[in-house]
């Protein structure tokens, strides 16, 4: 899955974003309100780890504007009040699940696999690109004859080449795809994993390009 984390305590959002993609997932960190408030109006994001108290915007305000234009894509909310009015309020605003801190990660993995399971009963949602299809729910990419192995962070990549559409991507996005929003990872790693997936892809008739200081872009081969 593809997971949005909103929190403004580096420690613990590091530590999260360490965990989920441990197992797996594909993750973006902000630590703003505002922010997250724009960036969660735009993207694909398959469910969101949200904080209350969060600068210039609170949690609670994100969640409420999700939910009024109609988003309704799993939240579960993080925050220090323990007190019950606060998880109804919480409830209220639409959240899907709370949890209160310090929590033990292995309750916040039990919480996020709860909420996984609402996200699985969404109708599929594929993507193709010449034989290639990419179904978004499951994050695999398939070929003619099945599925094919491609390494989580690949998968990531492939995903965010294949939503733009045949437009340029910069190195910085991409990179923000493979490791989250603000990970300390310098942008020449992004080239590895393109020239891996390049290799993957060549069969089938698609390919990567680099457009020099630009980025990169993904189409069928002429």
Do not use: W
């Amino acid at each position: 899955m593809h997971i949005v984390v909103v929190e403004d305590n580096i420690s613990v959002a590091k530590g999260i974003r360490y965990y989920l993609q441990d197992i797996g997932h594909a993750v973006d960190v902000l630590d703003d309100g505002a922010d997250a408030d724009a960036f969660l109006r735009q993207d694909e994001a398959d469910l969101i780890v949200l904080d209350i108290n969060l600068p210039t915007m609170d949690g609670l305000c994100v969640l409420r504007e999700m939910r009024a234009r109609n988003d309704n894509r799993p939240v579960l909310l993080l925050t220090a009040r323990a007190e019950t009015e606060d998880k109804i309020t919480g409830l209220d605003a639409g959240a899907d699940d709370y949890l209160s801190k310090p929590f033990e990660m292995a309750e916040f993995g039990a919480r996020i696999r709860a909420l996984s399971r609402r996200v699985g009963e969404r109708p599929m949602k594929v993507a193709t690109i010449g034989p290639l299809r990419f179904d978004k729910t499951a994050r695999m990419v398939a070929g003619p004859d099945g599925p094919l192995n491609i390494p989580r962070r690949e998968v990531a990549l492939f995903e965010r080449l294949l939503s733009a559409d045949g437009r340029i991507v910069s190195k910085q996005v991409l990179l923000d795809s493979l490791y989250g929003t603000g990970a300390d990872v310098d942008e020449p790693v992004v080239e590895v994993y393109v020239s891996r997936l390049r290799k993957r892809l060549r069969p089938f008739g698609v390919q990567i390009v680099v457009k020099r200081g630009l980025g990169y872009l993904m189409r069928m081969t002429p």
